[in-house]
C-alpha cells in the first residue's frame, strides 16, 4: 500500500531493496541454523534417544 503512492521509479528501488533484505535474513537463518545443527551434533534426545539431526531434519 505504501509502495503504491512512490514514484514508479522509487517503488522499483523499494522492491529490490526489501529483495535484498529478505535474501539476506534468508542467507543469515540458513547460516544459523547450520550453525545450531554443528553445534549439537552427535547429542541425543532426552526422551527418545533420537539423534538430534534427525529432529531438527523433521
Keep these: 500500500m505504501l509502495l503504491d503512492r512512490l514514484s514508479p ?3 522499483l528501488w523499494s ?3 526489501i529483495d ?3 535474501a539476506l535474513l534468508g ?3 540458513a547460516v544459523a541454523g547450520w550453525r ?3 553445534m549439537t551434533r552427535g547429542a541425543t534426545s532426552a526422551a527418545i534417544q533420537y539423534p ?3 529432529l531438527h531434519a523433521l
Design 9 to 11: 521509479t522509487a517503488r
Design 36 to 38: 545450531y545443527v554443528d
Design 15 to 17: 522492491e529490490r531493496g
Design 20 to 22: 535484498v533484505a529478505t
Design 52 to 54: 538430534i539431526e534427525c
Design 27 to 29: 542467507a543469515y537463518l
